[in-house]
């Protein structure tokens, strides 16, 4: 096992990572930026270094200055944790050449599967379902009539060269396709020089489910389940849960079967999560994955009893899979995540500023991920996430109870949180009996404001 | 506050300028002032990725050998950028002493190679822009420019001392 580990990242998933090391007898060495000279993860770890200005850029980002921290305080390994370096296969190939061992996948894969088309691509040779597309550029419109055929309506045209909905088109028949495939190409050009068009699926109401998986030095790879995280606003996710509803225990199997072969394949190491978009079908369709442990990776160490973190370790150490995790998983409960952001609950605007009153649900169940405490300040230049509130239940209907109980024991105060905005999602009936997609926050914001126009 | 205070402000905002400092806290009795300058960044995030990752490749080891990266000259701003008011009292005695901070992260150096005389010591005459130490970073040898003409009144750390980033090297009497 290793020595003495420099955690690149600060927050929680810092903390988080010192915890691990501490349990497992790992030295630590905590760097950090000015702005964060009094926080937890820097109090808590054996060392800490400070390397740099409060902009990520010259502190968290600069590569030169955490691998000269690492060199300095001698540790024979770094966490990256999420966000920042942690899919930087630059960084990783750095930590290569410089003899330190990077908790992650080897830096090929990593950018693998940065590469969205490439990783699409790998994933259906081995036959992980992707949602079905056209094959490169769509040249005229009889083309892209034969290919919407294939897909089968609806489908949407986007321009290949695009983003930020323009050059975007939803075709529900044969009838409206030339007229929109003409648009789409106009807008595609005119907005960015490059009329190329392609085809996909389109899924009206999305559910976004993802699977973990772990994979050891030796070509071994496992499923740990799914998480459901369909309650975004604006692709950030607010809410997790596992298991999903949706899925079967069949499913599940089958999907982690077929992970395993894929992943075998492509060489995978350590943790990793891949997304799918599941239609109202129930049909799951790959979209990409994140070779990082994720800021929700706590719903499936409470379902399962895995502590990914530390099989993170012991699989960068050279353990295999089979010592680290000896008996069958199984999915036991039901957990449930709320993001506590430091952001007003209705304009989502970031909530900087010193927290004056602080106190942490706790009691049977409840399980807290911070780096927060009173009289501790919210820097405004890092993202806005204070706090991971996780319950874990016998059922979804206890996990429910426990977390209204544990949020209105959650005291923030001098800073705005999104602890109302979790209360109101959890009075609300389609949350809770778990008829919810991607678009849910959407439709709850739009009822809010009728209802409060009702009133008024 | 007052019209002198004001005039006061405003020389000393002049004279910071002109000195190219970073960023400047103030704090006494009903008054706190804290200025910060735009384009004083940090240039140790502006090495080049491939180039680093090539160097480790080739260099096993210290080469030691003075100047090979980096770009000195921003250097020197940002150790003047760096401060932070409590490291001051690290000088412990004189006050109006000019403090010159790593701007990187790693291992200090008093000289260009083992053996060699040091850049600067206690007594010298230093004036701004002149080289007065190393700090290794990533095997890099980056050294680090004087912001301030001066005499050396005193080293903080040891020659193959791990520095941070902002941690006080020289003090520097002003001239």
């Known amino acids: 096992m290793f020595r003495k580990v420099l955690i690149a990242n600060r927050g929680e ?30 109090r808590f770890a054996d060392e800490a270094i400070c390397i740099g200005p409060p902009r990520s850029a010259d502190s968290y980002l600069n590569v030169p200055a955490v691998i000269s921290a690492a060199e300095i305080a001698d540790v024979d390994a770094i966490h990256p944790g999420y966000g920042l370096l942690s899919e930087n296969a630059n960084f990783a190939e750095v930590c290569r050449a410089s003899n330190i061992k990077f908790i992650g996948p080897p830096p090929e894969v990593t950018r693998l599967m940065g590469e969205k088309e490439k990783a699409r691509m790998s994933m259906k040779k081995a036959k992980v379902p992707i949602l079905p597309g056209s094959e490169g550029v769509i040249q005229s419109e009889d083309e892209a009539l034969d290919w919407a055929r294939q897909i089968g309506y609806p489908v949407i045209l986007k321009a290949s060269a695009g983003g930020g909905g323009r050059g975007m088109r939803v075709v529900r028949n044969a ?44 070509g071994n790879v496992m499923s740990l389940g799914e998480r459901e995280c369909s309650i975004q606003r604006r692709h950030q996710k607010l809410i997790e849960e596992a298991p999903s509803l949706q899925v079967t225990p069949r499913m599940r199997e089958e999907i982690g079967g077929t992970l395993k072969k894929c992943l075998e394949t492509i060489g995978y190491v ?66 449930i995540e ?53 319950v874990h239940g016998e059922d979804r209907t206890e996990a429910i109870a426990r977390m209204e109980r544990a949020l209105s024991m959650f005291v923030v105060e001098g800073i705005h949180t999104t602890i109302q905005l979790h209360q109101r999602i959890f009075a609300d009936e389609d949350f809770r009996v778990g008829a919810f997609d991607t678009k849910f926050m959407e439709r709850f914001f739009e009822r809010e404001k009728l209802r409060r126009e009702v009133v008024q | 506050m007052n019209v002198g205070q004001l005039q006061s402000l405003k020389d000393l905002i002049e004279f910071l300028k002109q000195q190219e ?30 180039q680093l990752s090539r160097l480790l490749r080739q260099s096993q080891g210290p080469t030691f050998t003075a100047g090979t990266v980096a770009p000195p000259a921003h250097l020197s701003h940002v150790s003047a950028g760096a401060s932070t008011a409590p490291e001051l009292a690290a000088t412990g005695d004189e006050p109006g002493l ?22 600067i010591k206690v007594g010298d005459n230093v004036e701004s822009g002149q080289v007065v130490c190393i700090v290794e970073a990533m095997k890099l040898m980056n050294e680090i420019e004087c912001d301030m003409a001066g005499e050396v009144v005193k080293r903080m750390v040891a020659s193959g001392q791990p520095v941070e980033y902002g941690q006080p090297l020289f003090a520097i009497r002003p001239r």
Do not use: W
């Not at chain 1, 691990?20 to 009094?38: F, H, L, Q």
């Not at chain 1, 050009?189 to 392609?198: C, E, I, T, V």
């Open chain 1, 13 to 42: 998933i810092a903390l988080r990572i010192i915890s691990a090391c501490k349990e497992m007898g790992i030295r630590t060495v905590a760097i950090y930026s000015e702005a964060d000279r009094n926080s937890l993860h820097v």
């Open chain 1, 270 to 335: 350590n943790a990793g999560t891949v997304e799918f978009l599941m239609d109202e079908d129930g049909k799951l369709y790959f979209i990409e994955m994140n070779t990082r442990i994720q800021v929700e990776h706590p719903v499936t160490e409470m379902v399962t009893g895995v502590d990914l973190v530390k099989a993170q370790f012991r699989i960068a150490a050279g353990e295999k899979l089979s010592e680290i995790i000896t008996k069958p998983v199984e999915i036991r409960g039901h957990a």
């Open chain 2, 21 to 50: 400092v970073g960023e400047f806290e103030l704090e006494q009795e009903g008054l706190k002032v804290h200025l910060s300058f735009a384009g004083q960044g940090s240039s140790a995030s502006h090495v080049d990725l491939e």
């Open chain 1, 338 to 390: 709320c993001r506590i952001n430091a952001e007003h609950p209705e304009k989502f605007t970031p909530s900087a500023g010193k927290i004056t009153a602080y106190n942490l649900p706790g009691g049977n169940g409840v399980r807290v991920d911070t780096a927060q405490y009173a009289e501790g300040v919210v820097p405004p230049y890092y993202d806005s996430l204070i706090a991971k509130l996780i």
């Open chain 1, 175 to 218: 009838d409206e396709l030339p007229n929109f495939f003409r648009a789409a190409r106009t807008e595609a050009q005119n907005a960015f020089g490059n009329g190329d068009l392609y085809m996909e699926k389109f899924i009206e109401r999305p559910r976004h489910i993802e699977f973990q998986i772990l994979a050891d030095e030796y």
């Open chain 2, 98 to 119: 000019h403090i010159i901070k790593s701007p990187i992260v790693g291992t200090f150096y008093e000289a260009s190679a083992p053996g060699a005389e040091p850049y």
